[in-house]
T-cell receptor, first 115, second 114 residues
C-alpha cells in the first residue's frame, strides 16, 4: 500500500526556470511532510518540511505547498540550478510512541536541470 | 550527513551467508531508524530502535532479519541466510527525539548478494 506517491519518476527543466515536484498521500493522520534530496551513492539529505497545520513554507529558492483537502503537496525550486539535479523524495511523518516519528517515503522523482 | 556513520559502504555476500550492517548515530542521538531502498524504489521503513529497545519493527521481514541497538556500540542490522532479493541499499538515520525532530541519514550500505 503506497501511502505516499510521487507519480513522476523524472523531470527535466532548463536552468533558471521553475521546477515543480509533486507528491500525493493517502493517510490523513500524517503530522508533517518533508522533502529529501539524494545524490547517487549518498544518503538522503533534508531539504525542507511543512507541518500539517500550514499550507506553505519557504526557504530561499525552495517552497513547499500543502493542500490538505486534496492530500497533495508540491516542492517548487526557483530558479533551478544544475546543482539541483538529484533524486527528490517526498516523505510523510507519523509520530510514534516514544516521542519520535516514522517516515514514509515516496519512490522519488529524478530532477535534471539542464544548463 | 557525515554525522551518521554506516559501515561497510559496500558489502558483497554469497547466498546463504550472513550480512551485518553497522550504524553509529550522530552524537547525542538515541533514536535510530533503518530503511531499505530496493532498485527503482523509494526508501521503506524497516525498524525504529532506541537504546536497548525495539520500538517499531513493523517494516521488518518476519524471518532472517533482526536489529539491535545495544547500550554501548553501534546499531546492527543483521540478515541471516541472505538471498538475491536482499540486495539493496540500507540506510540508517538517527534523531534527537521529540516530535518534529529531524532525522539525519547516513550514506548507506549497499548490499549485493551473489
Amino acid at each position: 500500500d503506497q501511502q505516499v506517491k510521487q507519480n513522476s519518476p523524472s523531470l527535466s527543466v532548463q536552468e533558471g526556470r521553475i521546477s515543480i515536484l509533486n507528491c500525493d498521500y493517502t493517510n490523513s493522520m500524517f503530522d508533517y511532510f518533508l522533502w529529501y534530496k539524494k545524490y547517487p551513492a549518498e544518503g538522503p539529505t533534508f531539504l525542507i518540511s511543512i507541518s500539517s497545520i500550514k499550507d506553505k513554507n519557504e526557504d530561499g529558492r525552495f517552497t513547499v505547498f500543502l493542500n490538505k483537502s486534496a492530500k497533495h503537496l508540491s516542492l517548487h525550486i526557483v530558479p533551478s540550478q544544475p546543482g539541483d539535479s538529484a533524486v527528490y523524495f517526498c516523505a510523510a511523518a507519523l509520530y510514534l510512541q516514544g516521542g519520535s516519528e516514522k517516515l514514509v517515503f515516496g519512490k522519488g522523482t529524478k530532477l535534471t536541470v539542464n544548463p | 550527513n557525515a554525522g551518521v556513520m554506516q559501515n561497510p559502504r559496500h558489502l558483497v555476500r554469497r547466498r546463504g551467508q550472513e550480512a551485518r550492517l553497522r550504524c553509529s548515530p550522530m552524537k547525542g542521538h538515541s533514536h535510530v531508524y533503518w530503511y531499505r531502498q530496493l532498485p527503482e524504489e523509494g526508501l521503506k521503513f524497516m525498524v525504529y530502535l532506541q537504546k536497548e529497545n525495539i520500538i517499531d519493527e513493523s517494516g521488518m521481514p518476519k524471518e532472517r532479519f533482526s536489529a539491535e541497538f545495544p547500550k554501548e556500540g553501534p546499531s546492527i542490522l543483521r540478515i541471516q541466510q541472505v538471498v538475491r532479493g536482499d540486495s539493496a541499499a540500507y540506510f540508517c538515520a538517527s534523531s534527537l527525539a521529540g516530535p518534529g525532530t529531524e532525522a539525519f541519514f547516513g550514506q548507506g550500505t549497499r548490499l549485493t548478494v551473489v
